[in-house]
């Protein structure tokens, strides 16, 4: 079964508009982390933001924050006032406590194009 | 001062050939992963390396041998290349001290690896 779900494929936003970008997640475990990468078109992987199962508060990162809600298993990334830097895909990702093998599980992305 | 360095940075080479990909982080962590994008952008762990010990080997076929010298390197190496091993290849590292219930280690990614076996 899919551990991480992004149903949205690609998006385009207008410059200085906030995105939403959609993930939900799978899992039995209480404890477990969820992470936002971003690929850009020269191809690394940029570690964003951050989420744990027990945080009550929901990360914010610059203009980068989650909206983390549990009882959906939604761990939604929003980015505000978007730049045409941010145009690249984003990976929604989850790393369960159990079994402890570290791995990260990644959704299929979803690729954001910002207008001008 | 890259954090997590990969070379070589494209590798294009013949089917059956043995290939080397070599990765080194300067963070201190202990836990060093290597995964694979395919063309649809879908990533997926192949090995993780937790203080020079093999933790996950996920299905990949035995012509993928990941190898360890020190807890700062993780070197993949590739026999008799097949078409359908053409991607991007990522190494990656977090700090993980290996006790249960952690899960909020972020992993370091390196630039990639683009194989293509022609």
């Known amino acids: 079964a899919q551990k991480i779900t992004q149903t949205q494929p690609g998006m385009f936003v207008q410059e200085k508009e906030a995105v939403t970008l959609d993930c939900t997640y799978d899992?039995?475990?209480?404890?477990?982390?969820l992470f936002w990468y971003k690929q850009p078109s020269s191809g690394e992987m940029i570690f964003l933001i951050y989420?744990?199962?027990?945080?009550?508060q929901n990360a914010t990162e610059g203009r980068y924050s989650l909206n983390f809600q549990k009882a959906r298993k939604s761990a939604n990334l929003v980015i505000s006032a978007s730049q045409l830097g941010d145009s690249a895909m984003y990976f929604c990702?989850?790393?369960?406590?159990?079994?402890?093998?570290?791995?990260?599980?990644f959704g299929a992305g979803t690729t954001v194009t910002v207008r001008a | 001062d890259t954090a997590v360095s990969q070379t070589p940075k494209y590798l294009v080479t013949q089917m059956g050939n043995d290939k080397s990909i070599k990765c080194e982080q300067n963070?201190?962590?202990?836990?060093m992963y290597w995964y694979k994008q395919d063309s649809k952008k879908f990533l997926k762990i192949m090995f993780s390396?937790?203080?020079?010990?093999?933790?996950i080997n996920e299905t990949v076929p035995n012509r993928f041998s990941p190898k360890s010298p020190d807890k700062a390197h993780l070197n993949l190496h590739i026999n008799s290349l097949e078409l359908g091993d053409s991607a991007v290849y990522f190494c990656?590292?977090?700090?993980?001290?290996?006790?249960?219930?952690?899960?909020?280690?972020?992993?370091?990614f390196g630039p990639g690896t683009r194989l293509t076996v022609l």
């Open positions: 990656a590292s977090s700090q993980d001290k290996g006790l249960a219930g952690l899960a909020g280690d972020t992993q370091y």
């Open positions: 899992t039995s475990d209480q404890s477990y982390g």
């Open positions: 989420q744990g199962s027990y945080d009550e």
């Open positions: 990702a989850m790393r369960e406590a159990f079994p402890n093998d570290y791995k990260l599980s």
């Open positions: 963070l201190g962590h202990d836990t």
């Open positions: 390396y937790n203080n020079k010990e093999l933790i």
